[in-house]
């Protein structure tokens, strides 16, 4: 079976492939030789659009991304004189953010009010909005049996209830003309014309199910999208045949696409994948290096059922395991008869981002990094260890022993799929400086580990079986968040590798994968018996916190009966 990559089996030459990842907050291509070597980078931001009256709020317009696409792509092939033709083969990876078009592909409006259905710029519902609570809590009430493969429990934060919402809120005749992609897939289709969905795409976000033949009627008919089923979900991906990650989509960029971004017409396209499954693929395969030394494992493809890639949480297995709260299993979503789930954290990145930002002494934070000519995470980090050492603390676990955080400020994915549950911070002082920042900074990220252990512990009570964590991507460089895994037993060690996002099919796509990764440093556990009784310690009581908010919420809420 011919996949886009395929041709890196031919041997090498002057061929190049364009890799596309459309995070949050920017679009981002690489340019990649036959062994992944990156030739070429470039990344251009995209805007979000917020409502200050809503908190909720997260949209994004497929036009802004698509002309980012075009910039870093044309940008890519001038910086590594590389011409088109020497390009043969492209693929996508982004959020499970909703794109909404009408039949002929025009983006439309997915903002409240009254312009919301026409033709618009403002076509993205991003994964991060959270509109879609009370549909959410409708479809939960169904007990359908696509409840089963995403832990349980739909977030608010995928597909369906999305549109559910833009139902409830859009005129008919305007609902009726729209159809609805998981963003990957409308890439592809914006790419190649071809109306084909992914199977990563419609079975972690939109409720197809492939081992009960995919869509489920009865569900969509049940939450008040029957149209879908008398239209034979025509608006939601018609087509009957789904595609695993890479198979070539239709005939490759169409004419428009291809002069849109400076490539050659017929390039293969090949099937999208969400960012999280991308992470996965360009980073799971990693060898890994210890004290500068190569291991000498070529990791098997049997192995791969042993590695998290974080912080999304996803991992693969030969097998379907159920895990409540956690999305999946999903078969067929990237490689051909393996199940995957995703355990995923609703903000880290953005969580300490914000914990940074918003913090009287951010200021001064930002004044000394520029100073030193040094980023605002080594100033933080030189400043704990004089804090530790004043202190005469062994660990900067000891230096915040009393200071706690919960870190669900945009409520929680996994393991506990419940979006409203809170952030909470306990161990408060009269301390606004640079010391009271940086010891924030320190227990923001414990918190993200210990969430993150929390996460692979009821993975694995279920049946998965992880030894280690797998990290690619801007996190990866935080050698402190890298440690504190390590350190928490989250895996039983942890792997720093940079994600290049391969994509094929089976055994050859595993070799593809472990060819073209670049090798990860590893981090193995370092914490002292002393630091390891407090990493315990705050380990329970982080559990415990999440019961409290629980009993406390439900107090409230009798309150209120």
Known sequence: MESVLGHLLDGPGASYFIGIDVGTGSVRAGLVKHDGTLVASST???????DPDDHRIFEQSTNNIWDGMCKTIRTCLAEANVSPSAVKGIGFDATCSLAVTDMNGDPVVVTKGDNIGEIGDRNIILWADHRAEHEAELINSTGSVVLDYVGGTMSLEMEIPKTLWLKNHMKHDRFARCQFFDLPDFLTYRATGTNIRSCCSLTCKCSYVPTKNGWQADFFQNIGLGEFVENSYAQIGAHKKVLTAGLPVGSGLSKRAAEELGLVEGTPVGSGVIDAYAGWL???????????????????????????????GTTQSPEGVFVNGVWGPYKDAVFPG???????????GQLIDFMITTHPAYPRLTELAALQKINIHEVLQAELEKLRVEAGAESLTELTKDMHLYPDL??????????????????????????????????????IALQTR????????KGHAIRAIYMSGGQAKNKMLMQLFANTDAGRFAVEAQAVGPEGQGEALWKIMVEMTPPGTMIPPAASAREKKLLE??????????????????EIEEALQ
Not at 44 to 50: C, D, K, S, V
Not at 338 to 343: F, I, K, L, P, S
Not at 454 to 461: G, K, L, Q
Request: a positive charge.
């Open 44 to 50: 251009e931001a995209t805007l979000t659009f917020r």
């Open 282 to 312: 360009g980073t799971i395969a990693a060898r890994y290096k210890l004290n500068g030394k190569l291991s000498d494992e070529i990791p098997s493809l049997m192995e791969s059922r042993h590695r998290l890639a974080a912080v999304a």
């Open 338 to 348: 393996w199940w995957m789930n995703e355990g995923g954290q609703s903000s880290t």
């Open 410 to 447: 945009h409520g929680n994915r996994s393991p506990i799929a419940d979006s409203h549950m809170r952030g909470s911070i306990m161990g408060l002082a009269l301390d606004d400086g640079l010391s009271d920042l940086a010891r924030k900074f320190n227990v923001t990220l414990e918190a």
């Open 454 to 461: 929390h996460i692979v512990d009821e993975m694995n009570a």
């Open 537 to 554: 310690a705050k380990y329970k009581i982080f559990r415990e916190t999440i019961e409290i908010q629980k009993r406390w919420r439900k």
